[in-house]
């Protein structure tokens, strides 16, 4: 049964009913058969792994850890790996079917995977992280390689992250092995354009749905809710193209200039001062307050369920780009079809990342890379190839834009699993 407005909101916000009710709905369009259904609603393997490390004080914590392959039809399973405290089985689940629906949709040869570490980054130090980080890439190696899984960073996780897994898993197989991972140091076989390739990819499918409203960047008045790697690099990148950043949210507050806020000195500040609030020429704002300001163009960049039925109503953006996964949850889409928001879907939105992450494995395993230009010039012909193809199914079935991203991938992903066959 679809999630409506009056859901309760532990089953609104659980990502994991909001993943499988998008997917419900989609292949319902498609007149998917029963059997199939089955196959793809739920994750091919789920891994839950128990991490013992000894912290700097000598004492024994026990850390537990997850990795989740959704489908490996088209491919390795792709996704990142997340540290942090509120990291659950079902949010897990739920990423690794986006990167699924994401690297299908962007026509990349992945499937999905997503991975997490329960654990409070802040409060441990670099040598703990290191040792929770090699010791959870152990438990995990048997079922990550470069034709089986392949990791990257995420929330908490960086390329110093990456660093170590390659390492370790490298190790345990005698030779150098920088394909395993993706995201890492330019030094270990990373990619030149992956730091902001995220946020670029954004950028690239703002820029094409200006187009549907005859908006140009200098008219265009952007809030950008996250200022880390994906936000932050989104909200530069597009400043630098003309568009005028209004807004900048933060989990502290919100920092406000109707004429656009000067995002390479923002961030010198927030890397002065620990936070947004405080810039000079910009007015201090409650986050909740900023996120339905008037404005063209709504970045959600950070964590799910930002937008919801509590506050869909009251958005006020023409044009909703998701830069995070899933932070707009199923019961919110009614919501602002009835306002007619255009929305960017998340796994079209932010697939830039993982498209770069598909260069790097190319890269890595080719054992020859690319310059920066060669990057960008390949992330946008694909970035505004998969926007026009959504934007085309959905003319083509009537549905809205996320509805057709959802309907595209799962008929790439259904169509390789039939023509693959069932091994039995």
């Known amino acids: 049964m679809l999630l409506e407005a009056t859901t309760p909101v532990d089953q609104e916000i659980n990502p994991w009913e909001s993943a499988a009710h998008r997917f419900d709905e989609a292949a319902e ?10 196959v793809l609603r739920q994750p091919a393997m789920e891994l839950t792994v128990n991490i013992p490390v000894v912290l700097d004080d000598g004492r024994i914590e026990v850390f537990t850890g997850y990795r989740v392959q959704h489908s490996i039809a088209r491919g390795p399973a792709k996704g990142g790996i997340r540290f942090a405290p509120d990291v659950s089985l079902d949010e897990v689940r739920a990423l690794a079917a986006w990167m699924t629906w994401k690297c299908a949709v962007v026509n990349i040869p992945f499937g999905g995977g997503k991975g997490g570490v329960i654990c409070e980054p802040h409060l441990l130090s670099e040598g703990e992280l290191e040792r929770i980080t090699r010791r959870y890439t152990a438990e995990i190696g048997e079922f990550i390689g470069p034709e089986r899984d392949v990791p990257a960073p995420d929330v908490n996780t960086n390329a110093q992250t990456m660093a170590w897994i390659m390492d370790t898993y490298s190790m345990h197989q005698r030779h150098t092995v920088t394909a395993v991972v ?5 030094e270990l076989g990373g990619s030149l354009g992956r730091p902001e390739a995220t946020g670029r990819g954004c950028m690239i499918v703002t820029m094409q749905a ?7 960047p200098e008219n265009t008045r952007v809030i950008v809710q996250g200022f880390g790697n994906v936000g932050g690099m989104a909200a530069r990148l597009m400043s630098h193209k003309g568009f005028k950043i209004t807004c900048v949210i ?3 507050g919100a920092v406000y200039n109707p004429h656009g806020l000067h995002i390479d000195a923002l961030m010198e500040h927030r890397a002065e001062t620990g936070s947004i609030r405080g810039f000079p020429e910009a007015e201090d704002l409650d986050k909740n307050e900023a996120l339905t300001m008037d404005c063209d163009v709504l970045l959600p960049a950070a964590r799910e369920n930002v937008i919801t039925s509590a506050n869909a109503d009251r958005v006020k953006a ?6 995070a996964n899933g932070p ?3 019961a919110a889409d009614s919501i602002l079809a009835e306002k007619k928001v255009f929305v960017i879907p998340d796994i079209l939105a932010n697939a830039g990342g993982v498209t770069v992450s ?3 494995w190319v890269q890595d395993r080719q054992g020859y890379f690319w310059n920066l230009g060669q990057v960008n010039e390949r992330l946008e012909e694909i970035m505004v190839a998969s926007f026009n193809d959504v934007i085309s199914y959905a003319l083509k079935h009537g549905v809205n834009n996320r509805t057709a991203s959802y309907m595209l991938a799962v ?7 039939k023509r693959r066959g069932l091994y039995a």
């Open 318 to 323: 023409k044009i909703l780009c998701e830069g």
């Open 250 to 252: 933060e989990y502290d």
């Open 182 to 186: 993706t995201g890492k140091p330019l």
């Open 358 to 360: 598909y260069f790097e």
């Open 210 to 216: 200006l187009k549907r409203f005859g908006l140009t």
């Open 328 to 330: 707009t949850t199923f």
């Open 29 to 38: 369009l498609l007149r998917l058969d029963d059997g199939m259904r089955k």
């Open 411 to 417: 008929d790439r992903v259904a169509y390789a699993i």
